[in-house]
């Protein structure tokens, strides 16, 4: 492998008489990144990554993008083009890629991951890499500066691939974040989870772990990270690849429980009445108990009869009554006159309906938005939450309607609409359950919610 560094003073080159070197992005001693424009996309931007090579590995990192492009995945950075070119004599490799906004790299010297941000950092990223396994390919060079916003999507940077089980000594130092195991010459998919538990306390702590290679001893994983993380990483950081967890058991580490309906308030288990204990009954006790309830059950019967035959017979009177004297009500007051419902409804019975009050909204809750996160929205994304509220005007349960592309602002959202308060609609004078849309617009100089009732 060359020991030629990537140069930022090569701005304004032309790579492949079609790509110039507009801006300087950052790099490493193997490779460096630029900004460019699409050819024949107009302003759209895009990076263009050089990687040093030997002339004898040129052909083969091609062939590995070849592949490995030839199946996308939504949170691998899109490849547009790639090829060979040379500056100065340096035979290179480029790829053109999607432009990022920025990386975690940039967010982490301002402030830590919640663990929360960690475990959504977490899901995209294992999605990513499980893709290039199954393909046969290694990584080889996750850290924060390869995880990558793309229009408000995470994404991960691959510009550089692994055969798994290649063997070899021209992998690239890489600090804490190359697995032990590079030092040997061969690389595999678990050289993949010891980057990401590096990554992992990195994110929490705003540092990588504690670690002596020369020690042969395994990186310190700090006692302040929180579970399940704290277990991820230690797990992830073996010196023997073998023994690091898998992918897998990562994604089921920082799966949570399945999600239950929101409720106003926690749903919780009633608890278990047990009685207090008694000395056995007698047999005139056990005898009374009885026939008590024998005689408050008939009696509590025959009362109900009476009132519905009264009821029924109130109702007959008043029914004949209209009909005796039709000619002289109007219709509004038919509206209002109780009778029993036909049992095929025509337009008498239609007039008879009760008259049904909008609700209204009481409290309107904003999300509760971090300002990295609303500093990351370009333009507007949207999302629709259904609020289920009783018919005290409490939400009973929240679901997305649409989800829009961030899973970060569909949480926010949806504890935000939990917490609102309704006025409950009305139907014949009595308080009913309503059903409500709330339309979220995100942007960076706020939120607006928009309330619909689509129920009743």
């Known amino acids: ?36 424009d699409l050819e024949g996309h107009g302003s759209q931007k895009a990076a ?38 040379e500056i100065e004599a340096v035979p290179l490799l480029y790829a053109v890629t999607e432009y990022a906004e920025e990386n975690l ?6 402030r830590p991951l919640t663990p929360t941000e960690t475990r959504e950092m977490l899901e995209p990223v294992l999605d990513a890499l499980a893709c290039l396994h199954r393909q046969g390919f290694v990584h080889g060079h996750l850290k924060p500066s390869n ?22 000594t021209h992998f690239p130092a890489a600090g804490i974040y190359g697995a032990p195991e590079f030092a040997t010459g061969t690389i595999s998919p678990a050289a993949d989870a010891w980057s990401l538990g590096v990554t992992v306390v990195e994110a929490l702590t705003q540092h990588p772990p504690v670690w002596d290679r020369s020690a042969h001893n395994e990186p310190v ?42 409720q106003a308030a926690p749903v ?45 017979g109130a109702m007959m009177m008043r029914s004949h009554d209209l009909r005796t004297h039709s000619s002289d009500t109007s219709s509004d007051e038919q509206q209002f006159q109780p009778g029993p419902r036909p049992e095929s409804p025509g337009p008498a ?41 009783d018919a005290s005007g409490n939400v009973s349960k929240a679901e997305f309607d649409e989800p829009g592309p961030s899973k970060y602002f569909g949480r926010v959202a949806l504890e935000a609409a939990q917490r609102w308060k309704f006025k409950p609609p009305q139907v014949d004078g009595r308080a009913v359950s309503s ?15 928009d309330p619909t009732e689509v129920s009743p």
Not at 105 to 110: N, S, V
Not at 285 to 307: D, F, G
Not at 437 to 448: D, K, P
């Open 221 to 262: 994983v700090p006692e302040s990270i929180p579970q399940p993380f704290f277990d991820i990483a230690q797990e992830c950081l073996r010196i023997d690849p073998m023994r690091r967890c898998t992918l897998g058991d990562i994604g089921a580490r920082i799966q949570p429980a399945q999600a239950l309906p929101v």
């Open 147 to 168: 995880i990558m916003v793309v229009d408000n999507q995470l994404k991960l940077c691959w510009a550089r691939l692994y055969v798994a089980g290649e063997a070899g």
């Open 1 to 36: 492998m060359t020991t030629t560094p990537i140069r930022s003073d090569w701005v304004g080159r032309v790579i492949d008489g079609r790509f110039t070197l507009h801006q300087w992005l950052g790099g490493s001693e193997w490779s460096g990144v630029f900004q460019t």
């Open 48 to 85: 263009l990554r050089l990687i040093a090579a030997d002339a004898a590995d040129l052909q083969a990192y091609i062939a590995r993008w070849t592949v490995a492009t030839a199946q996308s995945h939504p949170h691998l950075m899109r490849l547009f083009h790639t090829g060979r070119c």
């Open 268 to 312: 919780q288990a009633a608890p278990v009445q047990t009685p207090p204990v008694q000395a056995p009954l007698s047999q005139d006790e056990k005898t009374a108990v009885p026939r008590s309830s024998r005689r408050l059950v008939p009696a509590l019967v025959v009362l109900a009869v009476l009132v519905l035959v009264v009821a029924v």
């Open 435 to 449: 059903v409500w849309l709330l339309e979220f617009q995100f942007t960076q100089a706020g939120t607006e919610i």
């Open 105 to 110: 790299a940039e967010i982490l010297p301002e």
């Open 349 to 389: 019975a239609q007039s008879t309906a009760g008259e049904t009050v909008d609700g209204s909204v009481v409290e309107r809750v904003l999300p509760d938005v971090l300002p990295a996160a609303t500093a990351s929205i370009h333009g507007q994304f949207d999302l629709s939450i259904r609020v289920h509220v």
